[in-house]
Structures are given as C-alpha cells and as structure tokens.
C-alpha cells in the first residue's frame, strides 16, 4: 500500500483572516472552503432554506407540473421509474409518497441491476401501460432513453424525465426534461442528485396547489444526496441539514426499523451514519437481489410492515459484507501475484465466482488502496460484466468511449463507470485502456493523498474552536471534515487491536497532554512507545462511561524524521 502525500491548503491571507473576524483556525477552516468575507458566514453554517432555488428555474418544470396537474384532474395512473440505487430508491420514495397522498395511484418500478440495468427499458414501458398509466416519471434515469420514451409515448404514456446526469446530442423527446445539465437550464445549482430533483419536482408541484414545502421528504432526499457523493455545498447542504435534523427525530416506519437493524440512535445521526449503517443496507438489496425490497421499506405505511423487511435487508447486507470482504482480498492477491509491486496504469481484477452486484465495491476499494484506475470483471456465459473506478487524474467514461468497443451497454461518469461486453472482445478493451492510460497518467505522480486543513496542536481544537469545527457538518465531497496535523508528538502508549490486528489505539503527547488515538486499518505501520510521529486526524468526540472525550482519529502518520508532503 503506498503511502499517501500530505498536501497542506495555503494559508489564509491575514486581510482575509481580518475579515472573517474569527479566531484564525476557524478562519483558516472557513478560507478553505471558499468563504472570504463575514457576510458568507452565517449562510453556511445556518444551512437553510435561503440556500434554495425557485424549482420552476429548472428546465421544463412548468411542462411537468402541467401535466401532473391534468393527471391529478381527471385521477390518472402514475408509473415511478427509478434506479436500484440509494439516490434512485430515495427519489422513487419521494414522488411516490407525495403523489399517494393527493390519492393518486402509483405504479413503481425498479429495474433489476443484473438482468436489466441502468435506466428506462421496454419491459417497463410494458408494465406501466399494461397497468393503465398514463404518464411515466423518470427518477435518477431517463436522460439517454430516447427509444424507451419513444415507445411509451407510442402507448399512450407521457413521459416526465427528472435527472442529472449529462444529456446526448439527441435527448428523449420527454414531455418534459427536467435536467439542471441542460443548455437552457436557468438554474443556479447543478449538483443536485436524483433524490435532489425528485423532492424539487414534488415541491414545485406542492407550490402550485398552495401547499406548505414539503420539508418532510428531505429526510429521503437527504439520504440520496449522500449516497450519490453529491457535493454539499449550496442547495446540497441545505437538503442534508434539514433532513438530518428530522432524522435524528424520525418517525417514518422504513427508516426507523433499518436504524433499529444498524443500531443507530437517534439524536447524534450524522452523514457517516448514513453513509456506513443506512446507505449500504438500502444498496444491499440490489446488490444481492431485487433492489425493489428497499423501496417497499422506504414507502412502508407502518413499522409492523417495516420491521420484517429491514431483518432481510440486513441480512442481505451481511451477506454482502462477507462476499465483498473475500472479493477485495482475492483483488489483493491477484495483484500481488501479478503485477509484483509493478502496478500498470490500469489495474485489471477479475473472477467468475463474483457476483455483478459486488464489483462496484471491489473496484471502489482497490482504486482507494493503490490510487489506480480500477475495473472490475465477472464473466459469465459469454458476457462481461465490469464496474469501473477512478482517480481524479483519470476520466474512466471518457476512456470507454474513446476505445471504440462494442460494448453490450456502458454508462456512468468521470469516475465511476459500468459496462458489459462480448467476453471475446475483453482482451481487445483491455489493450484500449492500457494505451489510453499510459498516456493520459504519463508524469503524473499516482499516489493517495490528503488534503489537511492546517497546522496546529489538538489543544488549540477544544472548547469554542471544537463547537466550531462540529458547526461546519454536515461533511462530505466539498465540505469534508476538517483535517490537522500536528508534528512531533509522543507516542506513550500503544494497543492493536482487532481480530486482523489491523487497527491502533495509541496514546500520544502533544502541547503538554495526552491525547487518545485511534487509527483505523493502521496497524501494519511500524511504531513503538516511545517514538516521535507527525499525526494527520480529524478531531471527534466519544462517549465514556458517561463523559465526553476528545479524541484524534488517525487518517495517517509516520516518523517525524520521515514526512513527506507537497
């Protein structure tokens, strides 16, 4: 595993921390993230409704909710189609909840991720007209499905596309085509999710017929936005700040029943809550199965219906855990045995045991650990099934094109992509991206690194600057949690801990105390009692025995006489 390059953000400038008018580690956290003037203070960190936009500045919204409003007048079939994912699922949750309570029925539909994949298909388009919809809105998907909206519009059904994905040359020709990427678009936030625009379309829809905002649905959307890695920031941060403050109150029968599976308390959930105990259950489903379970969880209408749905989720995410688990390590020794510490510029797994729904996992996993371009193949009866990752050095969707393969179907963005090809054209994609890579990375030092915030002593990151720090949540892609270094410190005592050995819990001195440690999937580095390290950590809090402690968690560190950074 290589090691990662520190890369410290300049510091502010002293007019800049004069304008803040704050202490300067809390100047600096605000300079870091784009803020130069007080003004832009108190925005931020109140994360509210002033971060919203007019939902009818988006593209053809007016189109969509005229045609709602028709089809609310004369009581008409609604089919939902949204993707197996987590920002899918939760946007589906959000039309489907909102419309069912104007009394309109609602057919829902969650392609299959193996045997159908991303996006709108014929056999939907099937379904929803054989149960007498008229009108078809597209959540997360749609955008590239001109032949699929072509065929519903031959059997009766308008089509309402909501996504956020680039649009082709030639769009579907969708009653409307409600996408912040279009050229037309007047909307002021282009990074809204699936589940974003779900709950815009909703809103627009509850403005129309004089509604209060429907603030309630956040809670969903919210769980979208962070699925999708959206960066929150803007109109993001103020969707995931409201529907965390509703979740830490939640009484919505799906989500209470997976938090009681993941054993999530209510009143201190956060996005990593979401991110490690929610996000990947709804994903389970999918993943190992039929991702339509974890939308009958998130429409479920009491807990006793909830309740035994998330004990299957669950299961199916500990399945998923294990398999996952042994399909990273058998990526691991495939590239050990392989590539023998020589790594290509693309890394290449594959295994005919995998399923399809773990490849995006793998692949995820080996491109953190070796910052590599990674794909990740299953072959089964004369197809290949791939998942690709990426680094930022490296745009994998633009690649794909560019090696002019056949593929079955591909799809995705800069850094995340999938595709399916003819397993005998694999050997021939492989050499593609070999070529492309070697020249695209040419010079390009292709190592992990971390951003930190500043330098500083965890003493000076208690009392009113730590309040501060936990001000700036919710974290995530354009608002991370904050990261320090602080050099020179004791270690003074020193535990491994797991059932891998694989993590530390250390004591260290620095600025005259001691501090608790933990670094996570740390515990191959070579340290002692008694060595001095240079430590890289976001400050947290825990709860012992009743009392609060500060404590450091590890991200990295090494020899103080050994740092290296940019």
Not at 19 to 45: C, K, M, T, W
Not at 260 to 281: E, H, M, N, Y
Not at 422 to 435: I, R, V
Request: include cysteine.
């Amino acid at each position: 595993m290589p090691d990662k390059i520190w890369r410290i953000h300049p510091e502010a400038p002293d007019d800049i921390v004069e304008a803040l008018g704050v202490h300067p580690v809390q100047a600096q956290l605000l300079y870091n993230r784009g803020l130069r003037s007080a003004d832009e203070i108190e925005p931020f960190l109140n994360a509210g409704i002033e971060l919203g936009h007019d939902p009818f500045l988006l593209p053809d919204m007016g189109k969509a909710i005229n045609r709602l409003q028709v089809a609310l007048d004369t009581n008409e079939t609604i089919g939902v189609l949204g993707d197996f994912d987590t920002d899918g699922l939760s946007g589906t949750a959000v039309v489907m909840t909102a419309l069912q309570s104007l009394g309109l029925n609602v057919v829902p539909y969650i392609p299959h991720r193996v045997n159908e994949g991303h996006g709108v298909n014929e056999t939907a388009v099937h379904e929803f007209a054989n149960a007498g919809a008229s009108v078809m809105i597209t959540v997360d998907c749609g955008t590239s499905s001109e032949p699929e909206v072509n065929l519903a519009a031959s059997l009766g059904i308008d089509t309402i596309v909501t996504d956020h994905h680039t649009l082709p040359a030639n769009p579907p020709k969708a009653v409307a085509m409600v996408n912040p990427q279009s050229d037309d678009s007047r909307y002021p936030f282009t990074h809204l999710t699936g589940a974003g625009l779900a709950y815009k379309l909703i809103e627009a829809l509850w403005q129309t017929l004089g509604r209060e905002r429907p603030e309630h649905l956040l809670e969903l959307a919210a769980l979208g936005t962070v699925s999708d890695v959206a960066p929150l920031v803007g109109e993001n941060r103020y969707f995931v700040t409201e529907g965390l403050r509703r979740l830490n109150s939640t009484d919505h029968p799906g989500l209470s029943a997976l938090m009681d599976q993941a054993k999530i308390t209510l009143g201190s959930i956060d996005t990593r809550d979401l991110s490690f105990g929610i996000i990947p259950r709804i994903n389970a489903a999918g993943r190992m199965d039929d991702a339509l379970v974890s939308l009958e969880l998130l429409t479920a209408q009491t807990k006793e219906v909830a309740g035994p749905i998330a004990e299957i989720i669950d299961a199916q995410n500990q399945t998923r855990r294990k398999i996952s688990s042994e399909g990273i390590q058998n990526a691991k020794d495939q590239i050990a045995a392989e590539y023998n510490g020589h790594l290509p510029p693309v890394i290449f797994v594959q295994d005919s045991n995998w399923i399809p729904g773990i490849l995006g996992l793998i692949a995820s996993s080996i491109a953190e650990t070796y910052h590599r371009p990674v794909i990740a193949v299953q072959i089964e009866n004369g197809l290949a099934r791939a998942s690709a990752r990426s680094i930022p050095e490296f745009n994998m969707i633009e690649a794909l094109r560019r090696t002019k393969s056949e593929f079955v179907r591909y799809g995705g963005h800069s850094q995340a992509a999938g595709f399916t090809i003819q397993t005998n054209a694999l050997s021939s994609l492989k050499s593609s991206m070999m070529e492309l890579a070697e020249l695209e990375l040419a010079g390009k030092t292709l190592l992990p690194s971390l951003d930190i915030d500043c330098e500083t002593s965890p003493f000076d990151l208690v009392g009113p600057n730590f309040k501060f720090i936990n001000s700036l949540a919710p974290f995530g892609v354009g608002n991370p949690a904050p990261v320090f270094i602080s050099r020179g410190a004791g270690v003074r005592s020193l535990k491994i801990l797991g059932r891998r050995k694989d993590h530390l819990r250390m004591a260290i001195q620095h600025g005259g105390r001691i501090w608790d440690a933990f670094a996570f999937r740390q515990g191959h580095k070579p340290v002692a009692i008694g060595d001095t390290i240079d430590v890289v950590y976001n400050i947290t809090e825990s709860v012992w025995n009743g009392r609060r402690l500060v404590e450091l968690s590890v991200l990295d560190f090494r020899s103080s006489s050994g740092s290296r950074q940019h």
